[in-house]
């Protein structure tokens, strides 16, 4: 009865927040934006220019790595928007020489402000569109493999602490997307406010994140276990956190869209077929690395050992004379720091805000499934395939139903391996 009312309270109080949230969260706020794309790859580091119908200045804004731009609008109305040519790459003209639009902002909706690039000609205005052809198709598809594989790096970051938790406790934690996001507020406090450089300010997020993973477990989680909630209500219970932690932020953080201060707009390389900005490069291998390590440290570590062996039976593994409780809160500290370096590596290719671990769990839930459930290299192979479908996809399909797709190979590959590429049948019964 009481492991009924502990679940009951969680759900409700998150309910609760659910409901309460349009109070908390400020009036809906109209913006300005679009995105800037080439032959399929983003430009990054393109000036934008907003001003007033009448010719009052509002804000100047440079496309991020992604090819993004906003900027907030305090009063609906009719605004002009002026892309700034000289900024863009050496061959990259406007289509029709036409750098300004005059969109109308209405009261609590975002409006779009659509720019079509093309190639230069020698003269300098736009040349006329080309028919495309086989090598242009190969040249996009190169990029979107390179996109994919950096979105399947950070998926499956954040998938392995998830995979780990579920391994070690059997808990299907749906608040783990909030971990993602907490990392990634977290360096943008120390680093915009304070003013400390974003990789200090990440190394010491990533920190505060592991402890703040063990006193997770130490003080919330470890005591459920100990009053012996069943794994359906610690499920539910996880929902009320993500719930809480989603609302938290943004009644602290506010339900704006924002950036760290260094690596927004940078100059991209271009790599045989591949267009990549050096803060990508870089953050791929990081992100390597750092699964590399854990991968090691799995297989080699005495921890690590005893890590698989309380996933693979918490009974015989306590027999044995393995602390089963310590090594839990070590998968939780060790999957709370790598969460928010996840977040941190999110951040750094997108803006930030409130609901960006949101946004990604289903695709970390993704990763993990199809990889196996519980084994951290499963979650790592089934993060990578889930990241390369995604963006490899929008050569055929439109971009906003790209996650259709990565659900849709899951679903295929369930059917036949109902355990997931690296995962092991159970008996039944």
Known sequence: MRRAVIAFTAFLGGLILLLAAPALAAEPEQSLKGTLTFQGQPVNGVKIVVTTENGQPVQEVTSSAQGTWEVPIDEPGKYKVTLDTSTLPPDVAVRGDNNERTPTVYAGNPTTVLFALTTKAEDGTAAPPEGGGSSAFWQRAAQLTFEGFNLGLIIALAALGLSLVYGTTGLTNFAHGELVTLGALLAYLINVPFGLHIIPAAVIAVILAGGLGYAQDRFFWGQLRKRGTGIIAAMIISIGVALFMRY??????????????????????????????????????????????????????????????????????????????????????????????????????????????????????????????????????????????????????????????????????????????????????
């Open 248 to 429: 938290l932020f943004l009644i602290l953080f506010g339900g704006e869209t924002e950036s760290y201060a260094q690596y927004n707009a940078q100059a991209g390389i271009q790599i045989g077929p591949i267009f990549a900005t050096p803060k990508n490069l870089i953050s791929m291998a990081i992100e390597i690395s750092v699964l590399i390590v854990v991968g090691i440290a799995l297989l080699r570590t005495r921890t690590g050992k005893a890590a698989r062996a309380v996933a693979d039976n918490p009974a015989l593994a306590a027999s044995s004379g393995i602390n089963v409780d310590r090594i839990i809160r070590i998968i939780w500290t060790g999957g709370g720091a790598i969460a928010a370096l996840a977040g941190i590596m999110l951040g750094l290719s997108q803006n930030l805000k409130f609901t960006m671990g949101q946004e990604v769990l289903l695709l970390i839930f993704a990763g993990v499934t199809l990889g196996g459930l519980g084994t951290a290299f499963g979650a790592l192979v089934g993060s990578i395939i889930v990241g390369l479908f995604i963006q490899v996809s929008t050569l055929w399909v439109p971009p906003e139903l790209k996650n259709v797709g990565a659900l849709g190979v899951l679903i295929l590959v369930l059917l036949f391996r109902p355990q997931g590429i690296l995962g092991r049948r159970e008996r039944i019964g």
